[in-house]
């Protein structure tokens, strides 16, 4: 069961853009929080971006300011918009369905896409 979509990953170089979309289910979108991922090898899966089914976002301290989460209900997409690539940067990136807690911290639930490479040359 893969209920997420994810694409938009591909090569580029530091200092590029990419844009990753996630299909999302309507109800899963509608109803929860929405995260984006990412899994380098031998590294563990972290948290880059989040957002709130209202829209507040939140960003690890490595992508603030390169990288912006959206969500399009309408369209059942969520977005991450990275700018100013990183070799670092380079990873598998998924799409998660969330939830905030009642300290603003974004817990996952387990349902996941496929995940989409992204790798950022020097």
């Known amino acids: 069961q893969v209920p997420l979509v994810e694409s938009g990953g591909g090569l580029v170089q530091a200092g590029g853009s990419l844009r990753l979309s996630c299909a999302v289910p309507?109800?899963?979108?509608?109803?929860?929080?929405m995260g984006w991922y990412r899994q380098a090898p031998e590294k563990q899966r972290e948290l880059v971006a989040s957002?709130?089914?209202?829209?507040?976002?939140n960003y690890a301290d490595s992508v603030k300011g390169r990288f912006t989460i959206s969500r399009d209900n309408a369209k059942n997409t969520v977005y991450l918009q990275m700018n100013s690539l990183k070799p670092e940067d380079t990873a598998v990136y998924y799409c998660?369905?969330?939830?905030?807690?009642?300290?603003?911290?974004?817990?996952?639930?387990?349902?996941w896409g496929q995940g989409t490479q992204v790798t950022v040359s020097s």
């Open positions: 998660n369905v969330g939830f905030f807690s009642a300290t603003g911290t974004y817990q996952s639930l387990p349902y």
């Open positions: 957002i709130s089914s209202g829209s507040t976002t």
């Open positions: 309507g109800d899963m979108l509608m109803k929860n929080a």
